[in-house]
């Protein structure tokens, strides 16, 4: 049977489990660990996102009464929503994060995104 110190000591001395957003410096450092990123560059990475989100759900609404007018069919209304918003996005994304210093860290993941994208179509053509 152990004494109280050295239970103690022994839980003191042993290394906690750790998770990607529990380790010391949160999310954040995760994140930028993960992008290979420092902290700061990772929140405008993230507020390039959230912006981009918004205004792209803003727009879209107008932009799809410009389009449809009154009443649409809601089925139509969806599916051109969804078409609107994804490209949309992408663009907005890229303008987002080189206005916030991050051009060349979007511009990646934009060009790695249509690549995946291309890719089942490209091996068709061959």
């Not at 001395?13 to 560059?41: E, F, H, V, Y």
């Not at 981009?52 to 609404?61: A, C, K, L, N």
């Not at 969804?82 to 860290?105: A, D, H, N, R, S």
Request: glycine fraction near 8%; charged fraction near 20%.
């Amino acid at each position: 049977m152990q004494n109280n110190d050295t239970a103690t000591h022994d839980a003191r001395n042993s290394a906690p489990q750790t998770t990607p957003g529990s380790r010391r410096g949160g999310l954040l450092r995760a994140i930028g660990d993960t992008w290979r990123q420092s902290k700061w560059k990772v929140i405008a990475i993230v507020l390039a996102f959230s912006l981009s989100g918004s205004i792209t759900v803003r727009i879209s609404g107008p932009l799809l009464a410009l389009i449809l007018g009154d009443n649409p069919p809601r089925w139509l209304w969806w599916t051109l929503r969804i078409l609107i918003i994804v490209p949309l996005y992408e663009m907005i994304l890229v303008v987002c994060g080189t206005l916030l210093g991050q051009g060349k860290f979007f511009r990646s993941k934009l060009m790695k995104l249509l690549r995946r994208m291309a890719g089942p179509f490209a091996r068709r053509a061959r």
